[in-house]
């Protein structure tokens, strides 16, 4: 072989690499573990264990228009969720106020992408107006275990709430609810309810408009970020990225007015 034709060999062998490695990138596909517990209409987590709500949506549309990167649902509960992302279960949650509990772990947060507010329900009866909440902590509470509330200092030790008031606990607002229309006293008298979940319980059972007495003040007013891991596979500002065509099109609005929440005042990228 004459020098020419060992010179083209050469540089065909060290270009192969390279070309290789270009190859394996452009094909590969971002993983990304998402923790998901039931936080409707936010995140509804049915029987069959399927994510619905505005997450359900959203991340079906994030990858529709990223076709790089998929998602990988972790199961989790309100009261596990901060044990698993301390396990490494997985690196990104949603819609989390930095408010609950996230103070001292090792996040990354976006900007505000979602707002909401939890406020209070109580049987209609004659005579009972909105002082009925005026000693919100004297009355019979009906709560789910692992949620935030105002009134309980955002504390989700159930057996200190249960010391200092007087709280029944359950898995779901549909179940509390249920308690209140069953006009059970000593059971529970008030539920805290996220207002976009009561938006939709009463535009799906219109009767129950005059069955309820909803408090004018909330429990609490919150805006929601999606948490990433620090030093994580994929950082807060890269889901701020991800996120943005999908809010300067519309189609994030879209949704979370399809679900009766509310758009932050300084939506990123809108």
Do not use: C
């Not at 923790?35 to 359900?56: E, H, K, Q």
């Not at 199961?75 to 596990?80: E, G, Q």
């Not at 890269?238 to 519309?250: A, K």
């Amino acid at each position: 072989m004459n020098l020419r034709g060992l010179l083209k060999t050469a540089l065909l062998l060290l270009s192969l690499p390279v070309t290789l490695g270009l190859s394996v990138s452009a094909s590969s596909e971002t993983e990304i573990t998402v923790g998901v517990y039931d936080f409707p209409p936010v995140a509804a987590i049915r029987d069959n264990s399927r994510l619905n709500g505005l997450l359900g949506d959203l991340l079906a549309e994030m990858e529709s228009t990223h076709q790089d990167i998929s998602f990988r649902i972790v199961h989790t509960s309100p009261k596990r969720r901060h044990l698993d992302f301390e396990a490494g279960l997985y690196d990104v949650i949603f819609f989390e106020s930095l408010d609950w509990g996230w103070e001292s772990r090792p996040i990354e947060a976006t900007h505000p992408v979602l707002s909401d507010e939890d406020v209070y329900v109580a049987l209609k009866k004659p005579g009972r107006d909105q002082r009925f909440f005026d000693n919100i902590t004297d009355r019979r509470i009906a709560a789910i275990s692992g949620y935030h509330y105002g009134f309980a200092g955002l504390s989700t030790n159930d057996a200190e709430l249960e010391k200092r008031f007087q709280v029944e606990f359950s898995q779901s607002h549909e179940r509390n609810l249920k308690l209140i229309k069953a006009d059970r006293p000593s059971v529970a008298e008030v539920a805290v309810i996220s207002h976009a979940y009561l938006r939709v319980h009463l535009e799906r059972n219109p009767e129950d408009k005059d069955r309820f007495l909803v408090s004018d003040m909330a429990d609490q007013m919150y805006l929601l970020r999606i948490l990433t891991r620090e030093d994580g596979p994929v950082s807060a500002e890269t889901l701020e990225q991800l996120l943005s065509p999908i809010i300067q099109d519309g189609r994030y609005q879209q949704m979370v007015e399809r679900h009766g929440l509310q758009i932050p005042p300084e939506l990123p990228g809108y």
